[in-house]
């Protein structure tokens, strides 16, 4: 190969990743009349307001919830964390319309449903046989997911129905990384003035 060709193989390429505006768009477009519409939508919020891992969320419950705080605790005792490491993530800026999308599916869980303490943050979908004796989805129940297999094929379909292309929920993480490196914009100091290469503040 030529210089010039072995140079535009080795090139890095910037992967893809959802826009704000593109996540926007898909939980403007999600419906929430019926309970498990307004848990799908609230799954798309709360990925964009926490960058958690799907099969962290997929094993959370409403115990590891500080609203107050504006945080969660991934408890690895409880939820399938990476390395199983536990720790707390605060919510991020990303709008409090997106951020009451969440509050109000807790509250809907706690006040409406009954849901506890111990109860999952997103659980599954109950499936019961139907009239014609195939097995439908007739609600929520009281499990969460025991894999993230389900949040991804809800974040398919959710792009899908906006008509946008499908992006699965880790690719929230680099969103929620541009998205720092657009607001945090001034170069971090030492308390002698000098500059910290690679860290910023806001």
């Not at 991934?74 to 009451?100: C, H, L, M, W």
């Not at 997103?122 to 297999?149: C, H, I």
Request: aromatic share 10%; with cysteine.
């Amino acid at each position: 190969m030529s210089l010039k060709d072995t140079a535009i193989a080795k090139a890095v390429r910037e992967p893809r990743v959802p826009t704000m505006e593109e996540i926007k768009s898909v939980l403007a477009a999600m419906p929430s009349g019926t309970a498990i519409e307004k848990r799908n939508r609230a799954l798309v919020a709360f990925t964009l307001l926490t960058g958690a891992r799907d099969n962290a969320t997929a094993s959370m419950r409403l115990k590891h919830l500080d609203l107050a705080g504006r945080q969660i605790f991934q408890d690895a005792r409880d939820a399938r964390t990476k390395f199983s490491k536990s720790f707390a993530t605060f919510f991020f800026p990303v709008g409090d319309d997106i951020e009451a999308i969440f509050v109000d599916w807790v509250a809907f869980l706690r006040n409406e449903l009954g849901f506890s303490h111990d109860d999952p943050l997103f659980p599954a979908t109950k499936m019961a046989p139907g009239a014609d004796g195939n097995f439908a989805s007739v609600g929520l129940a009281r499990e969460g997911w025991s894999t993230a297999s389900p949040i991804r094929a809800i974040f398919k379909g959710a792009f899908e129905g906006a008509g946008l292309r499908y992006f699965n929920p880790h690719s929230f993480r680099k969103t929620l990384v541009r998205l720092g490196m657009d607001t945090c914009t001034m170069p971090r100091r030492s308390g002698r003035g000098r500059r910290i290469s690679g860290t910023t503040k806001c």
